[in-house]
Structure formats: C-alpha cells, structure tokens
Nanobody, 123 residues
Framework: QVQLVDSGGGLVQAGASLRLACVYS????????MGWFRQAPGKERTFIAR????????YYADSVKGRFTISGDKAKNTVYLQMNNLKPDDTAVYYC????????????????WGQGTQVTVSS
C-alpha cells in the first residue's frame, strides 16, 4: 500500500512562487511514476506534470511548461513541484499521485493519491 502526503500550498500573489512537496511511503518497490494533477473550482481534475522515478524523465502539460518543474529525491521518498510565475488561473487544489506504470498522464492509471493542497493565486 502506498501512502502520499502532499503539502506546500498557500495564498500568493500573481508572479510569486511556491514549492509543493509530496512524501510517499511504500512497502514494496512498486511505484514507477509520480505525477501532479490539479482541480480548479467547477472543473475536472487535469494532469500537470510527471516524473519517472528510475530515470528522472519528466513531462509537462502545455499550460505549465516553462513555469513549473517537477523533481524527485528518492532518498527522501519525496517529489516536488516548483511553481514559478504563478497566475490566477493556477488556482486549484493540487494532488500528487503515484502509478505503477511508466509515463502515464491519465489519472485513471494512478492508483494512489494524496489528500490535496490548496493553491490560491490572487491578481
């Protein structure tokens, strides 16, 4: 069973930065991909970024490319999402998720989820 705890959200002004963290614990070495998703008010949850733990390979949604960076620290079982130049449209609940598959951007392929952390960006 994999447990995820995400944190680091908050209220910031447009142009500011935040770093989200997701600590994952696992009893088996089954997680291959960690991802970040977000859900804005009244909208569906969408993919933001993912990282393959073994290779460090990353992939981003176009909406955050160049502003957000996903990284991992395997020694700490932690994945980060550095968010720069935040915009009001980035306001959402952010979720980290874990997948046993490689390279997925579909939330249906992520079996384990954090509880979510709120990010609010004011204009």
């Amino acid at each position: 069973q994999v447990q995820l705890v995400d944190s680091g959200g908050g209220l910031v002004q447009a142009g500011a930065s935040l770093r989200l963290a997701c600590v994952y614990s696992e009893r088996t070495f089954s997680v291959n991909t960690m991802g970040w998703f977000r859900q804005a008010p009244g909208k569906e949850r969408t993919f933001i970024a993912r990282i393959t733990l073994s290779s460090g390979g990353t992939y981003y949604a176009d909406s955050v490319k160049g502003r957000f960076t996903i990284s991992g620290d395997k020694a700490k079982n932690t994945v980060y999402l550095q968010m720069n130049n935040l915009k009001p449209d980035d306001t959402a609940v952010y979720y980290c998720a874990a997948s046993t598959l490689y390279g997925s951007v579909s939330e249906r392929n992520y079996a384990y989820w954090g509880q979510g952390t709120q990010v609010t960006v004011s204009s």
